[in-house]
T-cell receptor
Framework: DAKTTQPPSMDCAEGRAANLPCNHS???????VYWYRQIHSQGPQYIIH???NNETNEMASLIITEDRKSSTLILPHATLRDTAVYYC????????????????FGKGTKLSVKP | EAQVTQNPRYLITVTGKKLTVTCSQN?????MSWYRQDPGLGLRQIYY???????DKGDVPEGYKVSRKEKRNFPLILESPSPNQTSLYFC????????????FGPGTRLLVL
C-alpha cells in the first residue's frame, strides 16, 4: 500500500497558486518525498523531490513540515496544462540502501485548473 | 533530446498470439522497468532491470518476460497474451544516482481480445 494520503481531487483557478497536500505520517528518516504527475494517460513526469528542506525548481516548490509528516506541492501560477493527477510518493533513495527503484503510486490528487 | 520511446503505441491482438513491446532510452541509464496501469489499481511494476543481463520481478510479473541484452533496450514480451493483460503499459528508466529521477515513456495501450 502507498505510504501517503492525498485528497482525491482539487480545483484551482488559472493563474492562481495550486497547493496540493500530502500526508506521510509514517515516513522514516531516510525516506524522500517525491512528486510526479500524469497528464491524461501520458507517462508520469517527475516534478520535484526533497528530504527535509524546502525545495524549488522551475516547475514547483515543495514545502515539507518540520516533523516531515506532511508536505505541500505548490504550483505558483497554475495553467490549464497543469491539469493532471499528482502523485506524492515516499521512498528510500538508493544511496541509503533503498530497494530497486519501484515507485509505489497511490491514487493521487486529480487537479483541475479552470479558466 | 533525452527520452524513453515505446513501440507500438497502440496494439490490438488476440489471445495467445505472442507479442513484444519495445522500450528504448538514450540517456545511458542503468535502471529500466515496466509498469502497467489499470483503472482503480494505479501503476504497478511488472519487471525491472538494474543493468545489462540483470533483471528481476516486480509486483505483477505473471504472464510477462523481459530481456536486457543492451543497455538502451528493455523489451516486454507477452508469450501468450490473455484478456486480463489488456492495459496501459509504461517503460521507465533512471540512472544509478541515489536520488535518481525516473523518466517514463509515452505508454503503450494494449487490447487483448
Amino acid at each position: 500500500d502507498a505510504k501517503t494520503t492525498q485528497p482525491p481531487s482539487m480545483d484551482c483557478a488559472e493563474g492562481r497558486a495550486a497547493n496540493l497536500p500530502c500526508n506521510h505520517s509514517t515516513i522514516s528518516g531516510n525516506e524522500y518525498v517525491y512528486w510526479y504527475r500524469q497528464i491524461h494517460s501520458q507517462g508520469p513526469q517527475y516534478i520535484i523531490h526533497g528530504l527535509k528542506n524546502n525545495e524549488t525548481n522551475e516547475m514547483a516548490s515543495l514545502i515539507i513540515t518540520e516533523d516531515r509528516k506532511s508536505s505541500t506541492l505548490i504550483l505558483p501560477h497554475a495553467t490549464l496544462r497543469d491539469t493532471a493527477v499528482y502523485y506524492c510518493i515516499v521512498r528510500v533513495a538508493r544511496s541509503y540502501g533503498g530497494s530497486q527503484g519501484n515507485l509505489i503510486f497511490g491514487k493521487g490528487t486529480k487537479l483541475s485548473v479552470k479558466p | 533530446e533525452a527520452q524513453v520511446t515505446q513501440n507500438p503505441r497502440y496494439l490490438i491482438t488476440v489471445t495467445g498470439k505472442k507479442l513484444t513491446v519495445t522500450c528504448s532510452q538514450n540517456m545511458n541509464h542503468e535502471y529500466m522497468s515496466w509498469y502497467r496501469q489499470d483503472p482503480g489499481l494505479g501503476l504497478r511494476q511488472i519487471y525491472y532491470s538494474m543493468n545489462v543481463e540483470v533483471t528481476d520481478k516486480g509486483d505483477v510479473p505473471e504472464g510477462y518476460k523481459v530481456s536486457r541484452k543492451e543497455k538502451r533496450n528493455f523489451p516486454l514480451i507477452l508469450e501468450s497474451p490473455s484478456p486480463n493483460q489488456t492495459s496501459l503499459y509504461f517503460c521507465a528508466s533512471s540512472s544509478r544516482d541515489g536520488q535518481e529521477t525516473q523518466y517514463f515513456g509515452p505508454g503503450t495501450r494494449l487490447l487483448v481480445l
